[in-house]
């Protein structure tokens, strides 16, 4: 769901309705326009805005992000504006249209290095062909087509049957949704802008394009408003940002790690090399300065923070048990040097040894 599609007007409850009042509301339409009572061909579209619009209720914290940025853009139903008059009165040039702020979702290459998104500025205006009404009248009355006009519809495996919700019992219908736009009293109408995004951009800042913001209908006379675009990360496979440090988890087997040698780590950019000095020099987290998320203004770039994992082998086949034996033998001449643990453990089993 976008984060203009208002759920209150969706679900035609006011600003301060009560959970009930909401549930209620979303019973009604859901019954009104679930796609196996509602044969219309937009009876599945509306009924998906429906539930969208309820699931945004049931998700406190979703619902107050969606107020927060209501609040802060233009509204789209021609209801007044609740804060974006600041903004907009401090633009030369006189009356202009209100500000919108719409999110884009950015993978952090993205936003590291830059680049060209196209946004989809969907605009709401009143549908015409009802008057925003959602409803149209029909001079005959047509025959409801939830209960092909018998008035009661089956109430799945239970059997028996219940009065249509569709009309009501009466089986016939003087006015339908409109067709125009489902019955909602809005159309979507769309525009595409080429946006480019300047590399640097954290998740939550946002990006002000000048008087890109779409205008409500019958305004366009007046100069619109800027949009903005409040960008948010797209969760990444392999890279955790912390700040502007890229923290990346990497998986390297135990005999590279005993070994040192070249790995083929990831970076913003692809993929590069690093050197893992031999055993036991090497530590198990590496740091990058400057390689991980690109500085901007005053801020400077973060490292890249490469943490290794120690991976074991799931196991092991006969000719590996017969090198193993070796490394072992060897590592046995040497405990007190190599594994001073292992020799203090074998002094106390020969201290404890019953003599002869
Ligand atoms: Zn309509
Ligand atoms: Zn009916």
């Known amino acids: 769901m976008r984060i203009r599609d208002d759920p209150y007007a969706i679900l035609g409850v006011a600003s301060d309705a009560s959970p009930a009042e909401v549930k209620k509301a979303y019973r009604r339409l859901a019954m009104r326009w679930h796609p196996d009572r509602n044969a219309s061909a937009t009876a599945e579209a509306e009924f998906k805005r429906i539930h969208a619009a309820y699931e945004l209720f049931l998700d406190p914290q979703r619902l107050a992000e969606w107020r927060q940025a209501h609040a802060a853009s233009a509204p789209t139903d021609g209801r007044p504006a609740a804060s974006s008059g ?23 290459e993205e936003a590291a290095l830059g680049c060209r998104k196209t946004v989809d500025l969907g605009q709401r205006v009143g549908c015409a062909s009802c008057a925003r009404s959602g409803r149209v009248q029909h ?3 047509i025959p409801c087509q939830g209960c092909s006009g018998c008035g009661r519809v089956g109430r799945g495996g239970a059997g028996g049957t219940s009065i249509c919700p569709g009309c009501g019992g009466r089986g016939y219908l003087r006015e339908s949704a409109c067709p125009a ?20 951009l954290l998740d939550g800042e946002r990006l002000r394009l000048a008087g890109q913001a779409p205008l409500p209908p019958g305004d366009e006379e007046r100069a619109a408003g800027d949009l903005y675009l409040e960008i948010s990360f797209a969760k990444h496979p392999l890279f955790v940002l912390h700040g502007r440090d890229v923290h990346c988890q990497v998986p390297v087997s135990i005999y ?21 000095s031999p055993y036991p020099q090497h530590p198990l987290e590496y740091r990058l300065p400057g390689q991980g998320f690109p500085g901007q203004g005053r801020r400077a770039a973060g490292d890249l923070v490469l943490q290794l994992q120690r991976v074991y082998p799931t196991g092991v086949g006969a000719s590996d048990v017969e090198l193993f034996e070796q490394l072992e033998g060897r590592l046995a001449a040497d405990l007190e040097q190599r594994a001073p643990p292992l020799a203090a453990w074998q002094k106390q089993l020969r201290a404890r040894r019953q003599p002869g």
Do not use: F, H, M, Y
């Open 139 to 141: 001079r005959n009355s």
């Open 86 to 108: 600041k903004a907009s009165a401090e633009r030369p040039g006189g009356r202009a249209g209100d500000d919108l702020t719409q999110s884009l979702t950015l993978t952090l």
């Open 256 to 276: 590279r790690l005993l070994c040192g040698g070249g790995i083929e780590v990831p970076s913003l950019r692809g993929t590069s090399t690093l050197e893992l």
């Open 181 to 200: 736009c489902a019955g909602s009293g809005w159309l979507e109408r769309s525009r595409t802008l080429a946006v480019t995004v300047p590399p640097g």
